[in-house]
């Protein structure tokens, strides 16, 4: 039996994918109980050439080979592929904490929850390569807390954390569930992983790291096109879409509000700080209100602030631009220090 699944997309990583597919195989699991597949998604590189002698020497690994399509349509691919009772997604320029999964997948195994929430570090390459000599000592011992999903919901769910990567799902339930992940954009993690969290019953917040996410200036959180910035308003658009959910309960619904506004803002804050054209900024902000007509933040007083920004001057970016630099980034910093 195939206890898990280990889901690598491959898309121009060459110089990450190597210590990835390395890091799986130093997890301490028997390789009959795992399969690792890997989705060629159309690399232009040279990333299947410089794992070709891994994947010749482990027979659980499996490879599939498809036109590129994203990221989104990788993973589904791989969903639907996979034989394991529990998935893990990694990105393929990060790794896995060596002896980390083994403890998460039995725990998993022994409760059949829906997701296992795990913790996780933040290197750089510099950090990481430092590791072949100081390897991680780890602080804290495997403890865990069982949740409902509404709970792990309110209590856990952070929306600038919104990683699929650090999270073991129970496949019958993202199948069963009709989970997947909506293709052709980038931040694909946040819908899925907020409509997971709606729809879990039974999970398990371990206080274990179990990953290291790879922090590079290469990598696409870093680039704020106007495609990116595009795709951030429709997941905006479809994040608002699961406030309708029929089992949310009207705490829930708040805080998914709450969530959205914080996307929302961080969005903005952005295009702020980095897309550097005031035209094309506000050309986003109009796109988001065509987008996502029915927003509507009230909850306290800088959500309806940025609601009115919203429903009145969507097109003067120069009262966000305001908003993101003397409220975000002066007066809340100076309050929050002050008192």
């Known amino acids: 039996m195939t206890k898990l699944s280990i889901l690598i997309p491959v898309y121009n990583v060459e110089k990450y994918v190597r210590a990835c597919i390395e890091s799986i195989y130093r997890q301490g699991l028997n390789e009959e109980e795992f399969e690792v597949i890997i989705v060629n998604d159309g690399t232009e590189d040279k990333s299947m050439e410089v794992i070709a002698d891994i994947i010749n020497q482990h027979h659980n690994i499996s490879v599939i080979n498809q036109e590129n399509q994203g990221l989104s349509v990788a993973r589904n691919t791989g ?82 954390q919104s990683y699929t990567w650090r999270i073991l799902f129970r496949k019958d339930f993202l199948i069963q569930q009709h989970l997947v992940f909506i293709p052709g954009i980038y931040v694909q993690d946040k819908p899925f992983i907020y409509e997971s969290y709606i ?54 619904k708040q805080r998914m509000i709450d969530y959205i506004y914080k996307t929302v803002i961080s969005l903005v804050r952005r295009l702020v700080h980095e897309m550097k054209d005031i035209g094309k900024s506000t050309e986003i902000i109009v796109y988001l209100t065509h987008i996502a007509p029915n927003l509507d933040f009230r909850h306290r007083l800088k959500q309806r602030i940025v609601y009115c920004l919203l429903k009145k001057v969507p097109h003067t970016f120069v009262a966000f631009y305001i908003y993101v630099t003397i409220y975000e980034d002066r007066f809340r910093p100076f309050i929050k220090h002050t008192f």
């Open 199 to 252: 729809k879990a019953q039974k999970c398990l917040r371990i206080s274990w790291p179990i990953y290291i996410y790879r922090k590079h200036p290469e990598g696409v959180s870093f680039c704020m096109s106007e495609k990116y910035a595009k795709d951030y308003c429709f997941v905006i658009s479809k994040l608002w879409e699961l406030t309708n959910l029929p089992m949310l309960s009207t705490k829930q």
């Open 79 to 160: 969903i639907a592929a996979a034989k394991g009772e529990y998935i893990l997604m990694p990105d393929s320029d990060d790794l896995l904490i060596e002896n980390s999964l083994q403890p998460l997948l039995e725990k998993a195994l022994e409760t059949k929850v829906d997701m296992v929430v795990a913790d996780y570090l933040e290197m750089n390459n510099e950090e990481i390569s430092s590791l072949k000599t100081h390897p991680i000592q780890r602080s804290v011992d495997f403890t865990f807390v069982e949740k409902t999903g509404e709970k792990l919901f309110m209590e856990d769910m952070n929306p600038y």
